[in-house]
């Protein structure tokens, strides 16, 4: 779980997991899939990059276990269409993801 503060001693303003993923497998036993979860800012310090930071440094932490791939799951209705979630799905495209 890695934490953001803006400054040292300050409360967290942001906070993302990350591990390898002991399910998803991939063809290659040589290669390790990542899994990012549970991304969130504090919502009066959103817009900032801090949730572009976290994931970058998640990715990074996933490099050094050996991971060649990141993973995430993104919730979606299946019957209407969640502006919000939309959104997220754009913004997780523009940072590499499909
Ligand atoms: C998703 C989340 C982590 C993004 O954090 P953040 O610190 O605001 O992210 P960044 O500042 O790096 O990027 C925000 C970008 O999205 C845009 N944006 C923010 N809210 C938006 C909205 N509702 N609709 C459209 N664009 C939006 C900003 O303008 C900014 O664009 P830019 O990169 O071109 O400047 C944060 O909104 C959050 O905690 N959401 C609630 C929890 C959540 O949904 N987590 C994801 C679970 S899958």
């Not at 503060?5 to 399910?23: A, M, N, R, T």
Request: proline share 3%; aromatic share 8%; glycine share 8%.
């Amino acid at each position: 779980m890695l934490l953001l503060h803006e400054s040292l001693g300050s409360p967290i303003v942001g906070v993302v997991c990350c591990k390898v993923d002991p399910f998803r497998e991939s063809s290659d036993e040589e290669i390790k899939i990542g899994q990012i979860s549970m991304l969130a800012v504090r919502s009066d310090r959103t817009n900032k990059g801090y949730g572009t930071q976290l994931m970058e440094e998640a990715e990074h932490r996933l490099l050094e276990l050996g991971c060649k791939y990141a993973s995430l799951d993104l919730l979606q209705p299946a019957e209407w269409q969640h502006d919000v979630k939309t959104w997220l799905a754009q913004w997780y495209e523009r940072l590499g993801y499909k």
